[in-house]
């Protein structure tokens, strides 16, 4: 079977290539993660394994600060992931179930361009629809931008999902005497629920690491965990902040983790 | 018109448009109470069309549905005392069996427990009690038909409709399912509706079918008569195997017509209403209804060679080359071999019609 081998994996550099991409892409992740358990004072010498900066986070100077921030992003996360998961369910229900309606095609690229968009436009044509109907920055406008931008994010899993589920359940269900709403809560809902949560999940990870809009749109002294990251790192790196970071990293992973399992789950087979 | 209420069904004058494609061309018949009733056609035909129609999953453009005598044709779905069986079971696949079976019941409003109690009895007459706990997707494909027949059941709907259920399955299990549905129809005395584009099923479990073509209804009669009276070329094709010779009409006379073929052979055959002397029509002959011999025995011989014998079974088919005409069948049953004759290939041969066999058809 040699002539079939046309695999990737025989070129000439394949390995070499993709070691050096894992190590641009990860490298700055893992020597942070190490470093963020450094008993050092530096940021670069080494001097033994410690959990000094991330008690240092929770009871040092900057902790006060940064339990605010905290308190600030999982608040927004949460709400804005529930509420953009809940426009989205609803937007995927309309468009994957709404039959051929016209501008169909115009909704779904609607609902989809803030992917495509350059982060820094939205955060600057956000920043200036607030301005002109004259609404205070503060907690408020981040929450309202971080609902608008997870949309999409939240769409795309749900409506993936959607699609894979033929319509001839609803209707057998219809058959059996249960009501259009009823079919939704009853059959509809359960087995879109992997996709549901698979978009909420990441809603709430895109809105927890948000920092060109939100940093845009925040008021003077609203602070969420990384635009408080940014700013402490613009005094100088200190080893709390890798701490920090290494905890950020951790929840994103765990996130993205549930929610590729969860989306893998396949309850329509 | 107020609509009888004995009959399950009265379709009237049904259209269905999309666009500008008309699935449905002004469809009328009238299903009995207690019947097992078939729509028979090949694919594209309008059949499932018009089950979906009678279900409530695809409106009425024209015309009306009635069931038991009350117009039905604008209720939804949910109100219309009728339950499906689809074609890929939609058995719903986050729910046991038990709760797929019990899902119409309670939807109907019964408790829960009420509901599972009847269910529990479903399963029991499927013969899948013993599945009551497992998720759809452990279940084989015979076992998932067996459940959507159940769930269909349980809410004793007056009409069970049925969308081609049975085309997924192997043919050993077909043949079954097909006997357990005739059963469970009889059983039950819920009238069936259902739909195929199997010939063979069709004969098989109906007590009537109506075959439809093209958006059309073709004929609509029992098993019998469908098979041995076609109306159409299409019914005559479509149903079983058949023999076709173009022939010009000469005479027509209670029922009986006098023609001849191309080269002036003349026959007699049964004719049908709207043919009339000078037509030209083509006769329908089934390779059963035919026999070979060495010389003409019966008035409507025809000369052949043979062609070939290909051995089914059951029988032997033989094809002969028509001096006068195309290629014909002749089937004889391995059980008639002491009277019937079978001839080498090359043999020059006579093929015999019984007396009746041929039918006129219109085209």
């Known amino acids: 079977m040699a002539h079939v081998n046309e695999n990737i994996k025989s070129y000439r550099g394949f390995r070499s290539i993709t070691l050096l991409c894992l190590v641009v892409l990860y490298a700055p992740l893992v020597i942070v993660t190490i470093y963020s358990f450094n008993a050092s004072q530096s940021i670069t010498n080494w001097e033994g394994i410690s959990l000094r900066w991330y008690a240092d986070v929770f009871t040092g100077p900057e902790s006060e600060k940064f339990k605010v921030a905290a308190f600030n992003s999982f608040t927004i996360a949460i709400i804005a992931a529930t509420a953009s998961t809940a426009i989205a369910t609803l937007a995927a229900t309309a468009m994957v179930r709404g039959g051929n309606f016209k501008l169909r095609t115009v909704s779904f690229g609607l609902i989809s361009l803030p992917l495509m968009v350059p982060e820094i436009v939205t955060a600057v044509a956000t920043l200036i629809f607030f301005n002109a109907i004259g609404f205070t920055r503060g907690y408020m406008t981040i929450l309202v931008a971080h609902i608008a931008f997870c949309i999409p994010f939240a769409y795309l899993p749900i409506s993936a999902r959607m699609q894979g589920i033929e319509d001839s359940f609803e209707q057998a269900a219809m058959d059996l005497y249960a009501t259009r709403r009823q079919a939704f809560t009853r059959i509809l809902m359960p087995l879109m629920a992997p996709g549901i949560i698979s978009g909420f999940l990441l809603a709430f990870i895109v809105s927890l690491d948000d920092f060109i809009i939100t940093n845009f749109v925040k008021g003077a002294g609203v602070e969420t965990l990384p635009t408080a990251i940014f700013g402490s790192v613009k005094q100088g790196i200190k080893p709390n902040i890798m701490a920090i970071s290494t905890m950020l990293l951790s929840i994103s992973i765990v996130m993205v983790t549930i929610s590729y399992f969860v989306s893998k789950s396949d309850n329509t087979k | ?363």
């Open chain 2, 1 to 363: 018109m107020p609509g009888n209420k004995t009959d399950a069904i009265d379709v009237r004058n049904a259209v269905k448009r999309y666009g500008d494609f008309t699935a449905l061309k002004r469809i009328s018949l009238t299903i009995k109470d207690n019947e097992f009733f078939t729509l028979l056609g090949p694919s594209g035909c309008g059949k499932t069309t018009l089950l979906r129609m009678i279900a409530g999953f695809e409106d009425v453009t024209e015309g009306e549905i009635l069931l038991y005598g009350d117009e039905i044709e604008s209720l939804p779905p949910h109100l219309r005392p009728v339950n499906t069986v689809f074609q890929n079971y939609a058995l719903f696949p986050h729910m046991t069996i038990l709760d797929n079976v019990a899902f119409g019941l309670e939807m109907r409003g019964k408790t829960k427990a009420a509901a599972r109690k009847r269910a529990g009895e479903m399963l029991e007459l499927v013969q899948l009690s013993q599945f009551a706990a497992r998720k759809p997707s452990q279940l084989s494909g015979g076992q998932q038909q067996r459940v959507a027949l159940a769930r269909a059941l349980a809410p004793q709907p007056k009409v069970l409709l049925l969308d081609e259920p049975l085309s997924a399955l192997d043919l050993k299990l077909r043949k079954a399912m097909q006997l357990e549905l005739k059963h469970l129809q009889r059983e039950t005395g819920i009238t069936f509706i259902f739909v195929t584009h199997d010939q063979e099923e069709a004969l098989t479990m109906s007590d009537r079918i109506a075959v439809m073509s093209a958006g059309k209804m073709q004929q609509l009669g029992s098993p019998t008569e469908i098979y041995e009276r076609p109306r159409n070329m299409f019914v005559a094709d479509f149903i079983g195997e058949t023999n076709l010779l173009e022939v010009s009409v000469d005479e027509v006379r209670n029922g009986r017509a006098v023609c001849h073929l191309g080269g002036g052979h003349a026959l007699t055959c049964n004719s049908v209403e709207g043919i009339g002397e000078g037509a030209k029509v083509h006769m329908s002959v089934r390779p059963e209804r035919l026999f070979m011999s060495d010389v003409p025995v019966e008035a409507e011989s025809l000369k052949g060679r043979v062609a070939e014998n290909i051995f089914v079974g059951t029988d032997i088919s033989t094809l002969v080359d028509l001096a006068e005409g195309p290629q014909f069948i002749v089937r004889t049953s391995n059980s008639d071999r002491g009277n019937k004759r079978i001839f080498e290939p090359g043999s020059e041969i006579f093929v015999n019609m019984e007396l009746g066999a041929g039918r006129l058809l219109m085209d």
